[in-house]
């Protein structure tokens, strides 16, 4: 045999062996991976600043063929999310369903004490940012020009001044309900299916102001249709300089809501695993940060597994707090 012919089968040789390793190494990182659909379940009407979040991971999902299987985006919104709440809770141990959440997450369980679900079995997989709120009036509103004028036309109108919500319990009734106790008024809370909705009553002068989410707002504040007159965040973001922030202002208003994704009760850890790669991947995705720069979203750490089940525990307990300090009866409308 000659040194050529040697040379050749000692190559094929170590290609054949170095495929056999390669194929052993993709076979354990490929351990689990969706076999069927997975039901991408959102705890909020269509339109809104969780369905955009969504829908817009589930485009990249299959954009950078991040799944072998299809997401399907279900949106799940009755009773201020319960019915998502429920419906993860009762696919328990299934790894094909993953939640979408908002902070009702946390208070729809405390307020709705017979729902008969406790978050912290739930399986964590990953924060996708952290996001906010600003107080938006429709431009028509000549008089409404910052948070001083808004307070004096709420007072002027008693509770004839309505504004919408996404639902009892939800994240933009405890802000409304700290602004009603921070400034001394009363409102008619009106709630609605999801944020998109409340945007479009908005600007349809149906109410007279809401503290949606920047995504829910941000298209028709382009078009010239609502304003912004105040931000609940510790710093004023990049994505809205001229706004004020309710802090700036001497009022201490200051309220997230989280965006997160996890499984239902005793998804299996290979599961887990899979969907934290798959949303890590996005995270850090050049397309999820410009959103996030875009439309004022926090995205600049990513917290997944034992460490975002601490973030829900502590929030838990803040929630708790919040309803506590400003009473379960003003969040609700009872």
Not at 73 to 95: Q, V
Not at 145 to 159: E, F, H, I, M, R
Not at 214 to 222: L, S, Y
């Amino acid at each position: 045999m000659g040194i050529t012919r040697r040379v050749m089968m000692g190559l094929a040789c170590a290609a054949s062996m170095g495929a056999m390793l390669a194929g052993s190494v993709t076979s354990a990182l490929a351990d689990w991976a969706p076999k069927k659909p997975v039901e991408f379940i959102i705890m909020a009407g269509t339109g809104g600043g969780a369905d955009q979040i969504a829908r817009l991971l589930q485009g990249l999902i299959e954009k950078k063929k991040l799944s072998p299987r299809p997401f399907i985006p279900i949106n799940k919104p009755g009773g201020s999310g319960a019915e998502a709440l429920r419906y993860l809770k009762d696919k328990a141990g299934d790894d094909h369903t993953v939640l979408v959440t908002l902070n009702s997450f946390y208070t729809t369980p405390i307020i709705q004490k017979d729902l008969g679900v406790d978050i912290s079995t739930f399986t964590p997989i990953g924060r996708m940012a952290l996001d906010t709120f600003l107080l938006w009036v429709n431009t028509d509103r000549k008089d409404i020009t910052d948070l001083d004028s808004y307070v004096a036309a709420v007072k002027g109108a008693g509770k004839e001044w309505k504004v919408g919500g996404t639902g009892s319990g939800q994240e933009d009734s405890i802000l409304t309900a700290m602004m009603e106790k921070e400034f001394g008024y009363e409102v008619t809370y009106i709630p609605f299916p999801g944020g998109g909705t409340v945007a479009k009553n908005l600007v349809g002068n149906h109410i007279d102001s809401t503290v949606n989410n920047p995504a829910e707002q941000n298209e028709f504040m382009r078009a010239g249709k609502s304003k912004p007159l105040v931000q609940f965040t510790t710093e004023r973001m990049a994505a809205y300089p001229d706004v004020p922030t309710a802090k700036e202002l001497g009022h201490d208003i200051v309220y997230f809501m989280q965006r997160s994704v996890n499984g239902p009760p005793g998804m299996s850890k290979e599961a887990q695993e899979w969907y934290i790669k798959v949303f890590k991947a996005l995270f850090d995705s050049e397309e999820w940060q410009t959103f996030c720069k875009e439309d004022g979203l926090t995205c600049d750490e990513w917290v997944a597994g034992d460490k975002l089940a601490a973030f829900h525990s502590e929030q838990g307990k803040r929630h708790q707090e919040l309803i506590e300090a400003v009473g379960a009866e003003a969040i609700t409308g009872e």
